[in-house]
């Protein structure tokens, strides 16, 4: 079934109050995709985000991110008020995000919410609760604990709690009931704001891919309550940590800082954290994509005070045993690999090996600089069990790309299309125009390159702080014209029936 979609963020998305959630503007874009011919919109994370905003290291890898609850909804509820949103500083650029803004004003009013929503009384909420404690109970106690102690993270608190001893987990649990109930309710909130949109999107004809990164952050609800599930030393500090080796994104590697898994305890547990993770997913989105898949084979290990990730060492992943238990639980359920850097071998054999459709990357095609070979990402080598990109949320713009790459380079895309370009919107729409046209299963265009927008649109830097994760598309930007034009590929490249399928299953 060949079939295309759309990446934009969730946050990425227009409206009020200074980040793109799940709004009316969120069901405008579901309409757009269909009246675009698209089958899915891909999304990154959707957690809470900590430290450098980044959704790669959140807060908890069960819990949604509370920037991304419709303030408009809480009106409807009676809640809030219009003038108490509107009293609130927002940033004052409709195309981009002020975390710190966020930070002081959306959860000001999410209490107010929580205190007049008499939300104890609710018994689906407490359904909600029960359904899932198994991850809730402990995320709400860590962020009302991290509040207590001024946003410090878990290793600084107190050795009591930072390592749950009973009495003092007692003592917290009831001396801040309150504080836990309320991010509780953030949750119940969350969820039933977003099984809303996606109940909605799929009446629709759209699928959801959804994001969720191989590691968790250090200081998480995860690593806080299951540090038995890490390599962590006595002291409750990582003995080392994630990252990946010198590539074309950094001279120096990417030292993320995630803490790295002991494999030996999730196998003698049957991987049921791991389980559970895939599942909670299932039920968020139609497909998943799992960041940095090549980790489950090998994955590299930097010494925890290491400056950079030039010293870092591979080893041995769990393989396609995870994989194995997770199908014995779940079933075969619709997972995407993304294997992007430098990909051996045994990488590709597990990807093979799990029937997963991986990834191809068109800016990758043509480079020749630090390349791990250009030549898997031409489309003339893709096998059809493949999701095409012209780029990720970690590459340029396509516009903000051509303006980079070497003469050399774009000579080589000239070569391969047969033709030569006057400028680079030209180069671009061909690039997207390559996607389309490919074999691959499904294609999906980040929103920026439709746009044809520069380098201020990217969404992530990898190796940078202070000026990721912020871009948002103007309502304005998403016309008729645009519409028409991804239409259009869709048609012509035959990717418009996957959406056909998928309305006449809805019929049935």
């Not at 039920?283 to 590299?300: A, K, N, S």
């Amino acid at each position: 079934m060949r079939a295309s979609g759309v990446l934009l963020p969730i946050f990425s998305l227009p409206g009020k109050y200074g980040i793109g959630c799940f709004s009316q503007e969120a069901y405008k874009f579901i309409d757009f995709l269909e009246k675009a011919g698209q089958t899915y919109w891909q999304i990154l994370p959707i957690g809470p985000t900590g430290f450098g905003d980044s959704p790669y290291q959140s807060f908890s890898t069960f819990a949604g991110n509370p920037y991304f609850i419709s303030l408009e909804k809480l009106i409807k509820y009676g809640w809030l008020t219009p003038e108490e949103c509107e009293a609130s500083e927002w940033c004052s650029q409709q195309d981009a995000i002020d975390y710190k803004q966020l930070y002081e004003n959306r959860f000001r009013l999410l209490r107010k919410a929580y205190e007049r929503s008499n939300i104890a009384e609710n018994r689906d909420f407490h359904k909600f609760r029960e359904e899932n404690r198994y991850w809730l109970r402990d995320y709400a106690l860590f962020m009302a604990v991290k509040d207590i102690f001024q946003g410090k993270s878990f290793h600084e608190w107190p050795e009591d709690i930072r390592y749950r001893w009973q009495y003092s987990m007692e003592y917290y649990q009831k001396k801040y009931y309150f504080e836990i109930e309320f991010y509780e309710f953030v949750q119940y909130e969350f969820y039933c704001q977003w099984e809303a949109l996606k109940t909605y999107a799929n009446g629709k004809g759209i699928r959801m891919i959804g994001d969720i990164p191989i590691y968790v952050a250090y200081d998480s609800a995860d690593v806080w309550s299951h540090p038995q599930l890490f390599q962590m030393d006595k002291t409750g500090k990582p003995e080392a940590v994630a990252g990946c080796p010198p590539d074309e994104f950094s001279d120096t590697g990417q030292l993320w800082g995630n803490p790295l898994y002991r494999w030996d305890y999730h196998r003698e547990t049957g991987y049921d954290w791991w389980i559970r993770r895939i599942e909670k997913s299932h039920q968020l989105y139609d497909v998943i994509r799992i960041d940095h898949f090549r980790g489950f084979d090998e994955y590299y290990s930097i010494p925890a005070d290491a400056v950079d990730a030039i010293h870092g060492h591979w080893e041995k992943g769990p393989g396609i045993d995870l994989f194995h238990a997770v199908w014995d639980r779940l079933g075969k359920i619709p997972i995407i690999a993304e294997d992007l850097g430098y990909i051996t071998d045994s990488v590709k054999e597990l990807v093979k090996n799990t029937g997963f459709p991986n990834m191809k990357v068109l800016e990758f095609a043509f480079q020749t600089k630090d390349s791990s070979g250009p030549a898997e990402y031409l489309p003339y080598n893709y096998d059809k069990n493949c999701i095409v990109y012209t780029g990720t949320h970690d590459n340029d713009t396509l516009m903000g790309w051509l303006k980079k790459i070497l003469p050399e380079e774009k000579r080589a895309i000239c070569e391969y299309v047969g033709k030569e370009f006057e400028n680079n919107r030209q180069y671009a729409r061909e690039i997207i125009r390559l996607a389309h046209a490919s074999v691959a299963q499904i294609c999906i265009i980040p929103l920026q390159d439709y746009l044809y927008l520069e380098s201020e649109a990217r969404i992530n830097t990898p190796s940078t702080l202070g000026n990721n994760w912020k871009w948002r598309v103007l309502p304005s930007q998403m016309d008729e014209e645009l519409m028409e034009r991804i239409k259009k590929d869709t048609v012509l490249y035959g990717r418009n029936t996957g959406l056909s399928i998928l309305r006449e299953e809805r019929k049935a």
